[in-house]
């Protein structure tokens, strides 16, 4: 009976600890308005693609984190990205490429985002802006 107890109890612990690692993590969601990009025909949406990158995981990793414009009306790419919650209260740099078929366009400086434990959603901002 004990063992029942004890083998229950771990069960318990262990799921309940898987839960609240994955409920701790945050869930940004990256946007990038490609309007001027699109009207300076910088970027073609049917061959071009718009990567995500930066300094911690998963932004750093062999696998391309891709935005996809969801609503092509509005020329917005959107890409989602969950951290680990040890993160939580770091502060981020990141920043977007343009890989074209002629080459990739990387912007001049990097962004910086604090997480703050919070699930969040970024505005829309320019590619290559300057002014952040």
Do not use: C, H
Not at 66 to 72: G, I, K, Q, T
Not at 73 to 101: H, M, P
């Amino acid at each position: 009976m004990y063992k029942n107890i004890i083998k229950f109890s771990l069960v318990l612990l262990l799921s309940i600890s898987g839960f609240v690692s994955a409920a701790a993590q945050t869930t940004v969601t990256f946007n990038l308005d490609m309007k001027r990009a699109l009207q300076d025909s910088l970027f073609i949406p049917s061959t071009d693609k718009v990567i995500l990158v930066g300094d911690v995981r998963p932004l750093n990793e062999i696998n391309e984190i891709y935005l996809r414009d969801e609503e092509p009306i509005d020329s917005v790419f959107t890409a989602e990205v969950t951290f680990k919650r040890y993160l939580d209260g770091d502060q981020i740099s990141y920043n977007f490429v343009l890989d074209t078929q002629l080459k990739k366009y990387e912007e001049p400086r990097s962004r910086s985002l604090r997480l703050s434990g919070n699930d969040m959603i970024l505005p829309p901002i320019q590619f290559g802006a300057t002014a952040w």
